[in-house]
C-alpha cells in the first residue's frame, strides 16, 4: 500500500456524533484520511446533549472555530456548572460547579475544614467557598482569569442547541472536505476472511468502499451492533432511566441562569437548559416506574414558560458495546455505548473517543490490535468512571417518596462505586485518579450536596486554632461574594458582544 | 455530623537515614501534638534511598513544603543543581540522548520535531536542535535559581538537586531537634505484635517498652517493623530489572555541571554523577560480568560493593505499620528513583494520614496508589534494559506488560499512554525513551502539521531560550557567586 495515501474513512450517520467525528478527521489528519459521510434526511437527529463540558472548549478550539462564531451559530448560553434538585432530599439543592471549594490548607483539603466548621455549626453552604457556585447563583458570568486569584478557580462549558450544533459541525465538515453521501444503507459487503466492512449499500445502488468505518448511526448501532454483534454491556439495573421526554419553551425569567438545572422528579428527573433564546426542558425517567403519557404531562406542568412545541419522546439504554472497535468498525456516540445526559456527558463521550481515534488513527498498512485494544481500554476506562460517578446521584439519596427513589436508594452498587463510597463514609477521602472525568471536587459537591456526610474527617483540622479558622473561611467567603458582586450578568456578559448573538428568531 | 477522627498520640519512625528523618520532621510538622520517635535503628544493606546524593523535582517541591531550605542546602551540603542526564550508547555503541526533567515544550515544538527529525538518533542533515530550555542551558552551562523580583524564563526550568548526604544528614538532624523530635538509639529486642495485622509496641534494649499508634518503616532493605508482621508479602522484581550488583567509587575531583551522564558500558551502566565535593562514579552490573571486569570498567577499586535484589512488598501498609523508602522497595541506584520514590510515598502518607482507628479501605486506597508507584518506577527502569543494546549486555529480561505497551505506543505510534502515580510527567517520559534511543514515529497529526503553526512555534521558542540565556549566568560562577562567605 501507498505509504501516503491517506486512508478511506466512511462515517456512517449524520448526527452530532457523525458530523463532530467526519470534521475533526478531516480537519486535524487531512494528509492521512479521506472522509465521506452518509446521512439520510429520512432519519432523525437525537442531538443528544444541549448541555456541555468545559472539555468542548479545547476540541472546537483544536479545529480551528472560534468561540463567538459557534455560539452565534448554536444559540449558545456560558454554563459554570448543574444546580442539582431534590436529590439528596426534596426542598435541597446544590451545584456541581467547574471550579473548586476553597484552598487546601497545611497538606488538608478545604472539605476538611469545612466538616470541622459545620460541626462547630460555623459553616456557610459548602457552595459559598465556591467563586464558581457563587458566580452560578447570582446569574453572573465572565471568563476565568490566567493568574493564580480567586478568579483563576473555575472553568465553563456551553448551553447550546444540538438540533444547530449537527448542521453546524456539517457546514465546518463539508468545508474542510468531508463529502457528504445522502441515502440509506441497505446491505453492508465484509471481507469473508477478515470479517473487516469492505463496502455500505446505499438504496439508491451506490457502493461506498472504505478501509475504515466509524458508526455514529445512533442506537441503532448499524454497523457495530446490528452487524458485528459487538456484546452490549447493559447497565439499566443501575441507571433505570430508559427514556426521556422533551419540550423546549419560551425563556420565562429576564435572567438567564449560566448553568443547567437537573431537578429530581417521581421516576426520574429533568432538565432545564437555558439557551440565548429558549429553555431547553426534558424529563428523564424510567419506563418501569411510569409510562410515557403521564411523563409527558409531567413535563407539561412542571416546565415554566410557554411550550414552543409537544412533548417529544425519546428511548435509549444505559450501557455500552464490550468492544468500541472491532475488526474496522469504531464506534462513536450512541452506537457505542449511552449514559443519560444528568452530568452533561454525551458529547464529552463522543468527543473523546474521536480524540483518542486521532492519537491512535492507522497507519496505512492496517489496523494493528495493539492499537485496538488500546482506544477500547480508554473508552472504557472512561465510561466506567462516568457511570460510577452518575449512579451516585441516585443511590446518595433520604428520598423514599417513590417506588423508583426506593428503588435507586436501595439498590446494589457497582463494588468500584461501593468502595469510593466507603472510603468517603468512613474518612472523608476521595479515591484519586488523574485521568478521565470528574475529579476531587465533583465527588465532594455531590457528597455533601446529597447530604451524605461521611462519618469522621481529617485529625489535622482540629488542630488549627478555631477563632482563626472560623476568621479565615468567612473572609474567603467574603472575598468570593466580592468578586462575584463584580462580574457583569450573565446576560450583559453574553450581549456584549453582537458577535456571539443569533438572530432574534 | 462528621466529627474529626482521633489524632495519632505517638508515632514511631524506624531508621536513621535521610528518609527516616524527613519522614520524621514531616509527621512532627503535620502533627504538632503528636509524640513523633525516631528510633534510630541503622540501615542495613544497599539503603539506596537512604544513601542517595539526588533525587527528582518533585524533592525540591517537597522540601519547600517542609521548611527544608534550598539555599540552605547549596551553602552546608554542597548542593547543585541538575537540569539533564546525557545518556550515552543504549541503543547501539555511539547513540546519544539527553533527558531534561519537565520534558519537551509543547505539542508545537514536537510537530515540528517529528517533522524535522523523526524524533529518533537517525537523523539526517546534522545536529539536532534542542527540544527544551532545560537543554539549550546545559548545552552551554548556564543556570541560576530564577529571581525574586522579576519574570525571566528560568522560572519554567524543573531541576533536580545533588547534595552531599553527610551534610544533608546533618542538616537534618539539626531541624529534627529543633521541631523537637525525640530520639531513641538503641536496637529492638522483641516485635510485639497486636493481634490486628500491625504492631503494638516493641522492646528496646536498655530502655524497655515503646508503644506507638502509628510505625513507619524507614529501617531500609531489612524492613525491620514491616517483615515482622504476619501478611508481609515480597514481589520480586528480578526477572525484569537484572543489574545485580553496584560498584561505587570514591568520590572524584569536584565538578559543577547542569548534567549527570549514564553511559552504556561493555560490563554494564556506568554513573557520572557531578558534585561540589566531587564527582560520583556508581557502576551496574549484571551477572555475567566479573568483579575483575567491573572494577576495570570503574576505573578503580570501589569503596563499596553492594549487591541487588530488585523487588517490592506487596503491601506496604499493613495493619498499622507503613514501610517507606528501602523497606518498601529495592532496586538499582539508575535513574534517580530511589529516593524520589520514598519522598512520593511519604507525600500519600501525609495526603493520607490516618487518625487512631484506621480503617482498612485507607490502607487498601494507600497500598493502590504506593503500589502504582512502585510498579511504574520498576517500568521506568525496565525501559533502559529494554534498549538494543542494554539486551546484549545484560541479557534478554522479562519486560513488563506496561513497558511493553508504552514501548510499541512510542516506536509505532509516537504516543505515550498516561501512567497513573508515575514519577515522570508524560512528556518526560517520552523523553526518556528518546535519550535512550528509541525511534519515534510521527504521530497521526504530526504528519499532517499546520506548516505556520510550526514556524511560528519554532520562532517563539528560539525567542523564549534567547531570553533565558540572558537571564542565565554561566552556572558555576553563579554558585560560586552565592556559596562566597559574606
Known amino acids: 500500500m501507498d505509504r501516503h495515501a491517506p486512508l478511506k474513512v466512511v462515517v456512517l450517520g449524520g448526527g452530532t456524533a457523525g458530523w463532530m467525528t467526519a470534521a ?16 439520510s434526511e429520512d432519519i432523525g437527529i437525537i442531538g443528544v446533549g444541549e448541555a456541555t463540558l468545559p472539555h468542548i472548549r479545547g476540541f472546537v478550539e483544536r479545529l480551528g472555530i472560534r468561540e463567538a462564531e459557534f455560539m452565534k451559530a448554536t444559540h449558545a448560553t456560558y454554563k459554570l456548572g448543574i444546580d442539582f434538585r431534590d436529590f439528596g432530599r426534596i426542598g435541597e439543592s446544590y451545584i456541581h460547579p467547574f471550579g473548586s471549594f476553597g484552598e487546601e490548607l497545611a497538606g488538608v483539603g478545604f472539605h476538611h475544614y469545612w466538616l470541622e466548621l459545620q460541626r462547630r455549626g460555623e459553616a456557610a453552604p459548602l457552595g459559598e467557598y465556591s467563586m464558581c457556585v457563587a458566580a452560578a447563583l447570582a446569574n453572573r458570568f465572565q471568563p476565568p482569569s490566567q493568574d493564580l486569584s480567586l478568579s483563576s478557580t473555575y472553568g465553563y462549558a456551553y448551553q447550546f442547541d444540538a438540533t444547530l450544533f449537527g448542521p453546524f459541525m456539517r457546514q465546518f465538515g463539508q468545508s474542510v472536505g468531508v463529502t457528504r453521501h445522502e441515502g440509506l444503507v441497505t446491505n453492508v459487503e465484509r471481507d469473508g476472511d477478515t470479517g473487516n466492512v469492505t463496502a455500505l449499500l446505499l438504496n439508491d445502488g451506490r457502493r461506498i468502499e472504505g478501509d475504515l468505518f466509524v458508526d455514529c448511526s445512533g442506537f441503532r448501532s448499524l454497523l457495530l451492533g446490528q452487524e458485528l454483534d459487538e456484546e452490549w454491556e ?37 432538565w432545564q437548559i437555558p439557551l440565548q433564546h429558549r429553555m431547553g426542558n426534558g424529563y428523564v425517567f424510567s419506563s418501569a416506574f411510569t409510562d ?39 464506534g462513536v456516540g450512541l452506537a457505542s455505548g449511552f449514559l443519560e445526559p444528568l452530568e452533561s456527558t454525551s458529547i464529552y463521550l463522543a468527543q473523546m473517543a474521536i480524540t483518542y481515534l486521532i492519537e491512535l488513527f492507522p497507519e496505512p498498512g492496517g489496523i494493528e490490535p495493539a492499537d485496538r485494544d488500546a482506544f477500547n481500554q480508554l473508552v472504557d476506562m472512561e465510561y466506567d468512571r462516568v457511570r460510577d460517578f452518575l449512579i451516585l446521584h441516585y443511590h446518595a439519596t433520604t428520598r423514599d417518596d417513590s417506588e423508583f427513589w426506593n428503588h435507586v436508594r436501595t439498590m446494589t452498587v457497582p463494588d468500584s462505586l461501593g468502595d469510593k463510597l466507603e472510603l468517603w463514609r468512613k474518612t472523608g477521602r476521595i479515591e484519586k485518579y488523574s485521568d478521565g472525568l470528574f475529579f476531587d471536587a465533583s465527588w465532594i459537591a455531590v457528597y455533601v450536596g446529597q447530604g451524605l456526610l461521611p462519618q469522621r474527617h481529617d485529625s489535622r483540622t482540629g488542630m488549627v486554632d478555631p477563632e482563626r ?12 461574594a466580592s468578586e462575584v458582586s463584580r462580574m457583569p450578568g450573565h446576560r450583559e456578559y453574553l450581549e456584549r458582544e453582537t458577535s456571539r448573538l443569533a438572530e432574534a428568531s | 455530623m462528621s466529627e474529626p477522627r482521633e489524632p495519632l498520640r505517638r508515632i514511631v519512625v524506624a531508621g536513621s537515614g535521610q528518609v527516616a528523618l524527613l519522614t520524621a520532621i514531616a509527621l512532627r510538622r ?55 542526564t546525557r545518556y550515552f550508547g543504549w541503543s547501539s555503541q555511539d547513540q546519544r540522548g539527553l533527558f531534561a526533567h519537565g520534558g519537551w515544550n509543547g505539542r508545537a515544538m514536537r510537530a515540528r520535531f517529528g517533522r524535522d527529525w523523526g524524533g529518533g538518533p537517525n537523523i539526517e542533515g546534522g545536529e539536532r536542535p534542542a527540544g527544551s530550555l532545560a537543554e539549550v542551558l546545559t548545552d552551554v552551562g548556564r543556570f541560576a535559581l530564577p529571581p525574586a523580583d522579576r519574570e525571566t524564563p528560568l522560572s519554567l526550568i524543573e531541576y533536580a538537586l545533588r547534595w552531599n548526604p553527610p551534610a544533608y544528614r546533618a542538616l537534618l538532624v539539626e531541624h529534627a531537634g529543633q521541631l523537637g523530635i525525640g530520639h531513641v538509639q538503641a536496637p529492638i529486642e522483641t516485635i510485639e505484635r497486636d493481634g490486628a ?14 508503644e506507638a499508634d502509628l510505625f513507619v518503616d524507614c529501617s531500609g532493605p531489612a524492613a525491620l517493623l514491616a517483615s515482622a508482621l504476619p501478611d508481609f508479602a515480597t514481589i520480586d522484581w528480578s526477572a525484569s530489572l537484572p543489574t545485580r550488583r553496584v560498584f561505587i567509587a570514591a568520590a572524584g575531583e569536584p565538578m559543577i555541571a547542569l548534567e549527570d551522564r549514564i553511559t552504556l558500558l561493555e560490563e554494564g551502566w556506568l554513573i557520572e554523577q557531578a558534585g561540589r565535593d566531587g564527582l560520583l562514579t556508581i557502576l551496574g552490573v549484571g551477572e555475567r560480568t566479573s568483579d575483575q571486569a567491573a572494577i576495570a570498567a570503574l576505573g578503580t577499586n570501589p569503596i563499596a560493593v553492594m549487591p541487588v535484589s530488585p523487588g517490592r512488598v506487596a503491601e506496604p501498609w499493613q495493619g498499622n505499620v507503613i514501610a517507606i523508602g528501602d523497606s518498601s522497595a529495592q532496586f538499582e541506584p539508575l535513574a534517580n528513583l530511589n529516593l524520589d520514590l520514598a519522598h512520593r510515598q511519604l ?7 490516618p487518625g487512631r482507628g484506621i480503617e482498612p479501605l485507607e490502607r487498601a486506597e494507600y497500598n493502590r496508589r504506593a503500589g502504582l508507584m512502585m510498579d511504574t518506577t520498576r517500568d521506568l527502569l525496565a525501559f533502559h534494559y529494554a534498549t538494543p543494546r542494554a539486551r546484549r549486555v545484560f541479557g534478554e529480561v522479562e519486560v513488563p506488560e506496561a513497558v511493553q505497551i508504552a514501548l510499541d505506543q512510542f516506536v509505532r505510534r509516537g504516543r505515550m499512554p498516561f501512567h497513573e502515580e508515575s514519577a515522570l510527567l508524560r512528556e518526560e517520559e517520552m523523553d526518556l525513551l528518546g535519550a535512550l534511543g528509541f525511534e519515534r514515529r510521527m504521530s497521526p497529526q504530526e504528519g499532517s502539521p499546520d506548516p505556520g503553526g510550526v514556524e511560528a512555534a519554532q520562532a517563539e521558542f528560539a525567542t523564549l531560550a534567547n531570553r533565558a540565556l540572558e537571564a542565565a549566568p554561566p552556572y558555576a560562577e553563579w554558585i560560586a557567586a552565592v556559596t562566597q562567605p559574606s
Open chain 1, 24 to 39: 475533526s478527521l478531516a480537519k486535524l489528519l487531512p494528509d492521512r484520511a479521506s472522509v465521506d459521510l452518509i446521512e
Open chain 2, 347 to 353: 507525600d500519600l502518607l501525609l495526603e493520607m494520614l
Open chain 1, 292 to 330: 410515557e403519557d403521564a411523563a409527558c404531562e409531567a413535563i407539561r406542568s412542571a416546565a415554566e414558560g410557554e411550550p414552543l412545541a409537544d412533548p417529544r419522546v425519546l428511548r435509549f439504554r444505559p450501557g455500552r458495546r464490550r468492544r468500541s472497535w472491532s475488526h474496522n468498525v469504531v
Open chain 1, 234 to 270: 447493559d447497565w439499566s439495573h443501575w441507571l433505570p432511566c430508559d427514556r426521556a421526554a422533551a419540550m423546549p419553551c419560551t425563556h420565562a425569567t429576564e435572567d438567564i441562569r449560566p448553568y443547567t438545572t437537573a431537578t429530581a422528579m417521581p421516576a426520574g428527573w429533568r
Open chain 2, 30 to 84: 503535620a502533627l504538632p501534638a503528636t509524640e513523633v520517635v525516631l528510633l534510630a535503628v541503622a540501615p542495613q544493606g544497599p539503603a539506596f534511598a537512604d544513601f542517595a546524593a539526588t533525587s527528582l523535582a518533585f524533592t525540591a517541591s517537597l522540601h519547600d513544603r517542609l521548611g527544608i531550605d534550598e539555599e540552605r542546602m547549596i551553602a552546608t551540603a554542597a548542593a547543585s543543581h541538575r537540569l539533564s
Open chain 1, 469 to 480: 479558622l472560623k476568621a479565615a473561611a468567612e473572609r474567603l467567603r467574603r472575598e468570593i
Open chain 2, 197 to 210: 495485622g500491625g504492631i503494638r509496641g516493641l522492646n528496646i534494649q536498655g530502655l524497655g517498652w515503646l
